[in-house]
């Protein structure tokens, strides 16, 4: 699956976006965002307050509990706001 990170997430993981292949046991965002925070320091930085973080699963916006079973790309991004 394809990640790709936008603001200050990218800037703390240091990467716009990367492939991986997470183990069997990841089924949810929730899971996926729990993985991450364990594979190095800017994950960690990063992912410390899962919940900020907002996701979209192929194009749609999704919440931490839909499943990442299927899905070819994954974006994570901070809240936006706007006026």
């Known amino acids: ?3 790709l990170y936008f ?4 800037e703390r993981i240091g990467l716009t976006d ?3 292949e997470p183990p069997a046991h990841i089924g ?4 996926l965002l729990g993985w991450l925070r364990t ?4 994950y960690e930085a990063a992912l410390v307050e899962p919940e900020a973080i907002r996701v979209a699963l192929d194009h749609d ?3 931490h509990d839909a499943s990442i079973v299927g899905i070819r790309e994954v974006a994570l991004f901070p809240p936006m706001t706007g006026g």
């Not at 949810?28 to 899971?31: A, K, L, N, S, Y």
């Not at 594979?39 to 800017?42: A, D, I, L």
Request: hydrophobic letters at 40%; aromatic letters at 4%; a negative charge.
């Open 1 to 3: 699956m394809k990640l």
């Open 7 to 10: 603001a200050w997430v990218r």
């Open 18 to 20: 990367e492939t991986v």
């Open 28 to 31: 949810t965002v929730g899971d």
């Open 39 to 42: 594979r190095g320091e800017g």
């Open 61 to 63: 916006h999704a919440e």
